[in-house]
């Protein structure tokens, strides 16, 4: 299967697979890069992994921020999963190659884990605004439904959007080198490798963005001003203190995803190299996934009460069988 360019002048074609340069200009440190990312990208496994497990296992904790939360979780194993392992694979072999069909599988998983990440902030910090906001509505306002709705919503969306999108930047013909001077399969790095006018594309890649990307953040911004604006009227210092803490995890994650995401979609093209993409991308495909679950638990009371009652409940449950086996054989 090859795609040939529209313009008559050009004579090269790009067969059926890409070749992802990523890494490629560290030589041997490339070795060091696999250890550190293979650390890093079990750590993030492991801790998405726990904190729904955790979540699941201890009704105290079945509440609508830990609902989204567990969404928030399985998402970033399957976004980290979509680049991390073929990223270890590129960094070990020479041929650093991917099926155009592969390409496109991998941009169609991470862009709808990228805007349906941004919907989760966006309704877990509608959350927030409700329950210290409008305490005495909280339970009516956020109910299971609601809550169920609201993620079902946030998926739903970006699967339709992402799916158009993807496949209308893969229907493209391309040509030329077949070389992306990125680690894995982002939109402007493969918009560049089409041989036709993609002036359209990037409209639309602007536009999803500024719907998607801008559109829950502004939301996330109007409910922090009035969460703020309750909390400096509580009387209490400690009561302050206190109801900030519920949101001081969120707003952690909140900044470190839109940071970086901002940055990398709706930076000037003259700031922007191939290099500083990738790192950003790191720290998106990553970084984001080892910290995410950290901050949940470690500046959690909750979480970590949770943690301890399911580890003091397994050896427990593990000492009365131990008892009960020893009751028997004597």
């Known amino acids: 299967m090859t795609y040939s360019a529209s313009d008559p002048g050009e004579n090269q074609t790009i067969s059926d697979v890409f070749i992802l340069v990523g890494f490629s200009n560290l030589n041997k440190l490339q070795i060091v890069l696999f250890l550190v990312l293979l650390v890093m990208y079990l750590v993030a496994l492991m801790g998405n992994l726990l904190v729904i497990l955790l979540i699941k296992l201890n009704p105290s904790l079945h509440t609508p921020m830990y609902f989204f939360l567990v969404n928030l979780s399985f998402l970033e194993i399957c976004y980290t999963s979509s680049v991390v392992p073929q990223l270890l694979v590129h960094l070990l072999v020479e041929q650093k190659t ?109 536009t999803v963005s500024i719907l998607f990307i801008m559109g829950p953040f502004l939301l996330i911004t109007v409910s922090y001003i009035c969460i703020i604006s309750t909390i400096l009227k509580l009387p209490l210092v400690e009561r302050r203190f206190k109801a900030f803490s519920t949101c001081s995890s969120h707003l952690m994650v909140v900044t470190l995803f839109y940071g970086t995401a901002l940055f990398t979609y709706l930076r000037p093209k003259s700031i922007s190299t191939p290099e500083s993409d990738q790192m950003i991308s790191l720290m998106i495909t990553v970084v984001a996934p080892v910290l995410n679950p950290i901050i949940y638990t470690l500046r959690n009371k909750e979480v970590k009460g949770a943690f301890r009652k399911t580890v003091e409940k397994s050896i427990f449950s593990h000492n009365w069988r131990k008892q009960r086996m020893k009751s028997r054989i004597s």
């Open 98 to 206: 991917i099926t155009i069909a592969g390409c496109a599988a991998q941009m169609y998983v991470i862009t709808i884990m990228g805007l349906t990440e941004c919907c989760l902030l966006a309704a877990m910090a509608y959350d927030r605004y409700v329950a210290i906001c409008h305490p005495l509505h909280y339970s009516t306002i956020m109910s299971g439904r609601a809550c169920s709705q609201i993620a079902s919503a946030s998926w739903i969306i970006s699967i339709s959007v992402e799916v158009a999108q993807t496949t209308w930047i893969f229907s493209l013909p391309f040509c030329g080198s077949n070389r992306i001077h990125h680690f894995f399969c982002d939109i402007p790095p493969v918009l560049k490798m089409a041989c036709t006018d993609t002036s359209k594309n990037k409209i639309m890649v602007l």
